[in-house]
């Protein structure tokens, strides 16, 4: 059985940084496309960043480039999204996910593709 499971949500200051880690069991993250999607109440689930996992690429969403990096540990089977120099905006329920696809381009930022979800972390900043 797969399971991910989130941690390091919170609340910050604008300005600030918070590291959000996914622990993965099941399955090897080193053999995943591994995402990160978050999840305003009221709105759809969008993408935020993700990496394949034969590939040195990773792909983000526009608004959070520069900002936020993903990261995967696979010797302890985790993944990670470092969020810095968060805004107002970027609060929501932020959620990994892992597709056993090697996804690609616009692929990597499709909810569809992604076949593990973990239940969510709740991120907060403070204007």
């Known amino acids: 059985q797969v399971q991910l499971v989130e941690s390091g949500g919170g609340l910050v200051q604008a300005g600030g940084s918070l590291r959000l880690s996914c622990t993965v069991s099941?399955?090897?993250?080193?053999?995943?496309?591994m995402g990160w999607f978050r999840q305003v109440s009221g709105k759809v689930r969008a993408f935020v960043a993700a990496?394949?996992?034969?590939?040195?690429?990773?792909y983000y969403t526009d608004s959070v480039q520069g900002r936020f990096t993903i990261a995967r540990d696979n010797a302890n089977n985790m993944v990670y999204l470092q969020m810095n120099n968060l805004k107002p905006e970027d609060a929501a329920v932020y959620y990994c996910?892992?597709?056993?696809?090697?996804?690609?381009?616009?692929?990597?930022?499709?909810?569809?593709?992604?076949?593990?979800w973990g239940q969510g972390t709740q991120v907060t900043v403070a204007s």
């Open positions: 099941g399955r090897s993250v080193g053999s995943s496309t």
């Open positions: 990496m394949p996992w034969n590939s040195g690429r990773k």
């Open positions: 996910a892992a597709s056993r696809e090697n996804l690609i381009s616009g692929d990597a930022g499709s909810e569809i593709a992604y076949d593990f």
